[in-house]
C-alpha cells in the first residue's frame, strides 16, 4: 500500500471507532471531504473515495469543518442562522426495515426516498418514467400511452399551476424531499452501478433524475388504477379515431347485439377480484380478550411491480410517528399503525367513473344534445417524442375528444354495438371519472389518519375523501373499531340509477350486473349531485352519506360490499353505487363467507383454537394463518360420495385405465386435510377440480359460481354466509360435472409434472436465487382465507404473482408501545443480492411473525448496522 493512501485509511479508520453512533455518517462524511481534496494529488486514492461514499451515503457538507490541502481540520465554520436543506436519520432494524427520523416533512421525505431507493429505486423509476409520458422517447415503445398521459396531466407547467401547487405545503414538501431523496441515490450509484436483472435497471435508457412534479405524476397515475388507467378504459380511450361520415347502422345490419353479454363477460374475467383483494378484520372491546382494540390487515396485492409493499417507519416528533407499509414510492405510510390506532384497507369495488351516453347531431357528428340545445364537442390535440431505430426522435401527435362529462370512448372492442362515432344508436359514450382529483387529497387524509388518537379522530380525517379505492377499517388502544366505505363515488342515487340507464348503458348495467354505470347524457336530471359534505367541486359522496361503522364490536371484509361487514346488523338502503360486488340481497365470495365464520366461531370460542371466547393477539394470528379451503368445506363430501358411486357402479363400468385413474384421485382427495398447510397432501387436486367448477358456472362479473341446478342448498338473502353449499347428488348432470373435472384436474396436473400426493410446499413455491421456498395459502376463489394468485405451470403453482403480503395484528397493553406483529411474505428488497430478498419469505414459510420495533428501546435493540445521517444544504 502507497505510504500516503496508508496513511489516509489508518485516519479514516480512527476517526470512524472514536465518534458516537449517532455521528457516525456525519463523522465519516467530514474523511470523505479530506478524502476527496487528497485525490486532487493522488490518483491512486480513488478507491477510497468509492469505498467512503458506499460507506457513508452523506453529502460533501455533511460537517461544518474545513480542512486544508494537508488533512488536517482547518477552523470551524459558523452554521447558517436558519437551517437549509433535508437531513434525516435512518436505522434499519431486523429484515431490512427502515426508521427514518427527522425534524421537517421534506427531510423526513428525502430520508425515506434514499432509504427506500437502496432497496428497490428501480421499480418506481420505472413507473414515474410511464406516468411521465416519455417512454417511446426513452424506449421507442407505447407512444399511445405516454400521449394519454400527456392529455390527462398536460404540460409540465400546467400540472404544477393546476394539481402540484394545489396542495398543502406540508404534502409538496414531502414529495419534493422523497424525489430528492431517490435523487440522491441515484447520483451516488450511477446508472451503470443499478441493479441488474428482472427488476433491475443498470444502463436502462428510462433511467433520469426526476423532480417531484414527475413522482407526482406516478402518484396520480396510481389514483386512477381503478378508472381512467384501468386497461379497460384505457384501451376505450384510445380506441377513438374522431368521427367519420355520420352513418347510423340498424341492429339488425349490424347482427352483434345479441353477443353483446357474452362479451361484456368475458371483459369481466379482467376485472374482478383475482388479482388484488384483501381481508382485514377489526375488533373493539366487546370482541377482545383484553379489551383494547385490535386489528387484522391482510391485503392481497402484487409481489412484484408497483403495487408490492414496502416496511417503513416514519418519524417527526411531536407531529408525525407511523410504522407499517406503504406502496412502492409512495412517500407515507399507506397501512400501519401508531401508539394509539392501526389501520388497514381492502379493496372496493364500488362505482369510481359512469360512462355517459350522448346522442348525436345528425348533421353534424361533432355536437350532441345536452336539454335540447347542442353542444360541441371539444378537441385537444398532445404530442410526444418517439424514439425511432436510428436513434433520431419523432413527434407524434394525438388528438383526444371530449364531452363536458369526460373523454369520448370507443367500446367496440368488447362488442361493436357499443362501439364506434356514432353507435348502432346514433350515439356516443364519454367517460366521468371520479378520482381524477382524488389524488390530491390522498396525501393529506393519509397524513392526518396517522395523527389521530382514536378511531373517531380517523374518521374525521377520511372527510377528504382521499381513498381512490379501499374500504376503511381502523383500530384503537380504548377499545374502539371502525368500518366505513369510504373512497370517491360519484353523487348518483338510486332513483337516477332507476330513471337514467336507457339505451346501450342499461343493457350494459344489466349484463355486468353494475359493474359498469351508463347514464342518459342528454338529460341535466342525469348529472352527479351535490353534496355539502364532500370537498368542494367534487361531486362524490360526503362522509356522512356512505355506509360505516363505528363502535366495539366486529366488523370484517373481503371485497364484497358494505353490506355484510357486521354480520350481526348488515348495512342496508343504500344504492348500487357504494359496491356492486355482492350488493345487498346478493351471493357473497366463499372468502367473504370463511372471513365471518371464523369471527363468529373465534368470540364464541367454538374454532378449537382456544378454551377462552373472543379473540387474544395470539388467536388472530392463529386464525390468519389457519388455511382452510371453505369450497372443500361444503362440497367435498359430496364429491367423494359421487366418485364412490360412480366407482361401484357396475351397471356403466368404467374402462379400466379410467377406473384406475379416478380411484386414485379421489383416494387423494378422501386423505387430504382440506388445507393449503405446506405439509398438505392433495390440495393442488381439489384446486384444479374447483377451478374447473368454476369455468362451468362461475358468475363473470359477481366471482361466485351460479347455477339453479348445481347446488343443494341454494343461495338465500336470509342465510347469505352459509349459502349456497353442498352438490345436488340427485341431478345427472352434477354427478357427470363432478367425474369429469376430477379427472381433467387429474390431467392437468399430469401434465405439469404435478404429483397428485405432493406436500402442498413442494407444488406451490417462490424461486429466489434458484432454491425453492414453500408458500402456503391458496387460491381465494375456493375460500381460502391466506389468498395466494398463481397458475399451474411446469412442476407446480412457480413464483405467485399476487396474494398475502404485508400483513400485521396490531394491539395493545398497558403499556405505551403498540405492539404489531407483521410479515412481509415476498421480502423487502426486489434486488437478488440483498439479505433481505427472501428472509421473511422463508419466515413466513414457517409460519412466522416479526415483532415490529415502534418504541426507541425496542428498535435500538433490533437495529443492524449503523445509524445514518444523511444531510443535503
Not at 101 to 120: F, I, R, T, V
Not at 630 to 644: H, K, P, Q, T
Request: net charge negative.
Amino acid at each position: 500500500m502507497a505510504p500516503v493512501l496508508e496513511s489516509i485509511t489508518s485516519s479514516v479508520s480512527s476517526q470512524v471507532f472514536r465518534v458516537h453512533r449517532q455521528q457516525r455518517c456525519v463523522s465519516i462524511g467530514a474523511v470523505h471531504q479530506t478524502i476527496r481534496r487528497k485525490t486532487m494529488r493522488h490518483a491512486t486514492l480513488l478507491p477510497v473515495l468509492a469505498l467512503s461514499l458506499v460507506l457513508t451515503a452523506c453529502s460533501d457538507s455533511s460537517d461544518n469543518s474545513m480542512t486544508d490541502n494537508g488533512g488536517n481540520p482547518g477552523p470551524p465554520v459558523e452554521p447558517p442562522l436558519e437551517p437549509a436543506g433535508f437531513s434525516a436519520e435512518i436505522r434499519r432494524t431486523e429484515y431490512g426495515i427502515p426508521h427514518i427520523k427527522a425534524e421537517d416533512w421534506g427531510s423526513l421525505g428525502y430520508g425515506y426516498g434514499y432509504a427506500y431507493s437502496q432497496d428497490n429505486f428501480c421499480v418506481t423509476m420505472h413507473e414515474i418514467a410511464l406516468a411521465g409520458g416519455r417512454w417511446a422517447e426513452l424506449t421507442g415503445e407505447d407512444i399511445d400511452r405516454d400521449l394519454l398521459w400527456r392529455f390527462i396531466n398536460g404540460s409540465r407547467d400546467e400540472f404544477k399551476a393546476d394539481y402540484f401547487d394545489s396542495l398543502p405545503q406540508r404534502d409538496r414538501d414531502l414529495v419534493t424531499g422523497f424525489a430528492a431523496g431517490m435523487n440522491r441515490y441515484l447520483d451516488e450509484t450511477g446508472v451503470d452501478g443499478l441493479p441488474e436483472g428482472e427488476n433491475g435497471c443498470r444502463g436502462e435508457p428510462w433511467v433520469y433524475a426526476f423532480d417531484e412534479l414527475d413522482l407526482m405524476m406516478y402518484l396520480r397515475k396510481i389514483a386512477l388504477q381503478a378508472s381512467t388507467d384501468q386497461g379497460i378504459v384505457r384501451d376505450a380511450i384510445l380506441a377513438v379515431q374522431g368521427p367519420p361520415e355520420m352513418q347510423v347502422v340498424s341492429v339488425d345490419q349490424l347482427g352483434v347485439r345479441a353477443g353483446l353479454a357474452g362479451d361484456l363477460s368475458a371483459v369481466g374475467q379482467t376485472i374482478r377480484p383475482s388479482e388484488v383483494g384483501s381481508n382485514a378484520i377489526a375488533l373493539g372491546a366487546d370482541a377482545t380478550q383484553s379489551g383494547a382494540g385490535m386489528l387484522l390487515g391482510n391485503p392481497h396485492q402484487p409481489w412484484n411491480g408497483s403495487g408490492r409493499w414496502y416496511e417503513a417507519h416514519l418519524t417527526i416528533p411531536g407531529e408525525y410517528d407511523a410504522a407499517g407499509a406503504s406502496l412502492q414510492g409512495l412517500p407515507w405510510i399507506g397501512i400501519g399503525f401508531t401508539r394509539d390506532v392501526a389501520w388497514t384497507h381492502t379493496v372496493d369495488y364500488a362505482t369510481r367513473f359512469t360512462l355517459y351516453e350522448v346522442t348525436l347531431n345528425p348533421d353534424n357528428p361533432m355536437q350532441y344534445d345536452y336539454d335540447g340545445e347542442w353542444r360541441d364537442i371539444e378537441t385537444r390535440t398532445v404530442a410526444a417524442e418517439e424514439l425511432q431505430d436510428d436513434g433520431s426522435l419523432v413527434t407524434v401527435e394525438r388528438t383526444f375528444y371530449s364531452t363536458h362529462y369526460g373523454l369520448v370512448l370507443d367500446l367496440a372492442g368488447i362488442n361493436p354495438a357499443i362501439g364506434g362515432w356514432p353507435t348502432f344508436a346514433g350515439t356516443l359514450v364519454t367517460l366521468r371519472d371520479a378520482n381524477l382529483d382524488t389524488g390530491l387529497r390522498s396525501l393529506r387524509q393519509w397524513v392526518e389518519k396517522s395523527q389521530a388518537s382514536n378511531v373517531e379522530e380517523y374518521r374525521e380525517a377520511l372527510r377528504h375523501i382521499g381513498n381512490p379505492v379501499f374500504h376503511e377499517f381502523a383500530a384503537d388502544r380504548h377499545g374502539g373499531m371502525f368500518y366505513g366505505q369510504i373512497s370517491a363515488v360519484p353523487r348518483v342515487t338510486q332513483a337516477q340509477l332507476d330513471d337514467c340507464q336507457t339505451g346501450i348503458m342499461a343493457i350494459v348495467a344489466s349484463v355486468s350486473t353494475n359493474a359498469f354505470i351508463g347514464l342518459d347524457g342528454s338529460r341535466s336530471a342525469c348529472e352527479w349531485g351535490e353534496d355539502p359534505d364532500a370537498p368542494a367541486g367534487t361531486n362524490v359522496y360526503g362522509l356522512d352519506a356512505h355506509p360505516q361503522i363505528l363502535g366495539r364490536g366486529a366488523v370484517g371484509n373481503s371485497n364484497n360490499s358494505y353490506w355484510l361487514s357486521d354480520a350481526t346488523m348488515p348495512l342496508e338502503g343504500f344504492p348500487v353505487v357504494f359496491g356492486w360486488m355482492g350488493h345487498e340481497g346478493n351471493q357473497q365470495f366463499l372468502r367473504t363467507r370463511i372471513t365471518h365464520n371464523m369471527i363468529a366461531d373465534r368470540l364464541a370460542g367454538s374454532d378449537g383454537i382456544g378454551d377462552a371466547p373472543l379473540f387474544s393477539l395470539d388467536d388472530m394470528k392463529t386464525v390468519m394463518y389457519l388455511n382452510r379451503v371453505y369450497a372443500a368445506e361444503i362440497v367435498l363430501d359430496d364429491v367423494l360420495a359421487i366418485c364412490e358411486d360412480r366407482l361401484a357402479d357396475l351397471s356403466n363400468p368404467l374402462d379400466p385405465a379410467t377406473r384406475e385413474a379416478l380411484s386414485e384421485t379421489c383416494s387423494v382427495l378422501a386423505s387430504w386435510d382440506r388445507k393449503v398447510d405446506v405439509d398438505s397432501r392433495g390440495a393442488q387436486v381439489f384446486t384444479e377440480f374447483w377451478g374447473g367448477i368454476r369455468d362451468t358456472y362461475g358468475s363473470a362479473f359477481q366471482n361466485v359460481v351460479v347455477s339453479d341446478e348445481f347446488w343443494a342448498v341454494d343461495f338465500t338473502a336470509t342465510d347469505p354466509l352459509n349459502t349456497p353449499r353442498g352438490i345436488d347428488t340427485g341431478v345427472a348432470a352434477n354427478r357427470e360435472l363432478v367425474i369429469e373435472k376430477l379427472l381433467a384436474a387429474r390431467q392437468r396436473l399430469g401434465d405439469a409434472n404435478v404429483a397428485l400426493d405432493a406436500p402442498w410446499g413442494e407444488v406451490q413455491f417462490l424461486e429466489r436465487n434458484g432454491e425453492p421456498v414453500p408458500i402456503h395459502g391458496g387460491s381465494g376463489q375456493m375460500g381460502v382465507f391466506g389468498a395466494i394468485s398463481v397458475d399451474l405451470d411446469e412442476g407446480g403453482y412457480r413464483n405467485p404473482r399476487a396474494g398475502n403480503s404485508y400483513i400485521q395484528v396490531v394491539t395493545w397493553d398497558g403499556s405505551d408501545c403498540p405492539i404489531a406483529d407483521t410479515i412481509l411474505t415476498h421480502s423487502q428488497s426486489v434486488q437478488p443480492t440483498s439479505e433481505h430478498y427472501s428472509d421473511q419469505t422463508r419466515l413466513y414459510a414457517e409460519k412466522g411473525w416479526v415483532r415490529f420495533p415502534f418504541c426507541e428501546e425496542a428498535i435500538q435493540a433490533a437495529q443492524i448496522g449503523e445509524t445514518l445521517l444523511l444531510e443535503q444544504e
